[in-house]
């Protein structure tokens, strides 16, 4: 057997005047070596974040400009009760077995319980002049649990002039959202950027008296299969089957609505090595993903939207210049559904997101 421990326990102030941070964690991981070729690999962890004190967050009205960049350092953006109280706890459990060198079997489970106590609050600048509104909104999720599997079968076929690495397998998860019963927003007051306003405690909700409010399942069939036509070049594809299921539910317990969605999901990579430590490659995917979860605030807060479908291409280069050293620069354009919240107060689809950028 063998094992690993790590612990923490950190406690000070961040870069805001008066603040508190602390952070907490325990990780145990034991490994039992079950057969020469069969080992069992489980972690428990547990995190523990709190922060209070630090800046609001900040919005605009409609029309309202940005004035100049706000000193972080100052606490007057924010409120001493206000910030983040977090716990997670994790269990993993994976079972890997070697049949002969090659072909290689991983078969795991996860379960986490993730508790996010929220009481942030948001300036929202009102005019142009400083002056701001704050709010804190509190009926977005306060516990997350997520239960997920994984299967994979990877090893290589030589045929003599094609090398081949292929990788199958399947994996999903049932992830649950529970939002405070009581939850809502809240206006703390009104104030301006010169000023440094102290607003009594909100009534803040139990974060503990929840309710279940939504549902994602998803089950993923994937194969991959990355084709070695000679050291320089080389082709992946992948693909994958991912059935959805969405459900929502009111505080009463009762299924609000439900969607089904299925379909594929794939990517394509062209790979080619001029020399052995420089790659050069470009890359074709368009995937099939969870929908975005509406945020405290909107009227459907804590509402999951449908599954939606992105594209992305990418060109790129990694350089490896020494062992333990990589380099990489990429050019990219990405589009995907865009989901905000809309003038009737509605978090919803609605557009789309074009991402072009480089790293």
């Known amino acids: 057997m063998k094992y690993r421990l790590n612990l923490l326990n950190d406690e000070g102030h961040s870069y805001t005047t008066d603040s508190h941070v602390r952070r907490q964690y325990a990780g145990l991981g034991l490994d039992f070596q079950l057969t020469d070729q069969t080992v069992l690999e489980s972690n428990f962890s547990y995190y523990h974040y709190y922060e209070k004190g630090m800046p609001g967050s900040f919005a605009l009205a409609k029309g309202v400009h940005f004035p100049a960049a ?21 269990v993993d459990m994976h079972i890997k077995h070697d049949f002969d060198g090659n072909w290689m079997l991983d078969l795991g489970a996860l379960y986490q319980v993730a508790d996010r106590e929220s009481t942030a609050v948001t300036n929202t600048l009102t005019n142009n002049q400083g002056d701001y509104t704050t709010t804190t909104a509190n009926s977005a999720a306060s516990r997350f649990t997520i239960n997920s599997y994984l299967a994979n079968l990877t090893g290589s076929v030589d045929t003599g002039w094609l090398t081949q690495d292929i990788a199958t397998g399947m994996r999903g998860f049932v992830w649950k959202n529970y939002n405070p019963r009581n939850g809502g927003t809240f206006t703390l007051g009104h104030s301006s950027l010169n000023q ?13 008296d929840r309710y279940h409010s939504a549902t994602t399942t998803q089950h993923a069939f994937l194969l991959s299969d990355t084709l070695h036509f000679s050291p320089q070049w080389s082709l992946l594809l992948s693909g994958s089957e991912n059935l959805f299921t969405v459900s929502n539910y009111n505080k009463a317990g009762h299924e609000s609505s439900r969607q089904k969605d299925n379909g594929m999901s794939g990517s394509t990579s062209l790979m080619y090595k001029p020399v052995e430590n420089v790659t050069l490659y470009t890359t074709w995917a368009d995937s099939l993903q969870q929908g975005d979860t509406a945020p405290a605030g ?6 999951v939207l449908d599954p939606y479908r992105s594209r992305q291409i990418e060109v790129g280069a990694k350089y490896a210049p020494v062992k333990d050293l990589l380099l990489t620069a990429a050019l990219f ?21 074009k991402t072009v950028g480089w790293s």
């Open 333 to 353: 354009e990405a589009k995907r559904p865009f989901a905000y919240t809309n003038d009737n107060g509605d978090f919803a689809q609605d557009g789309t997101q």
């Open 298 to 303: 909107a009227r459907n807060a804590g509402q």
């Open 196 to 208: 440094h306003p102290d607003y009594p405690r909100p009534p803040y909700p139990d974060f503990n």
């Open 70 to 90: 706000f000193d972080p350092t100052d606490s007057k953006y924010g409120q001493s009760y206000a910030g983040h109280d977090d716990e997670t706890t994790t």
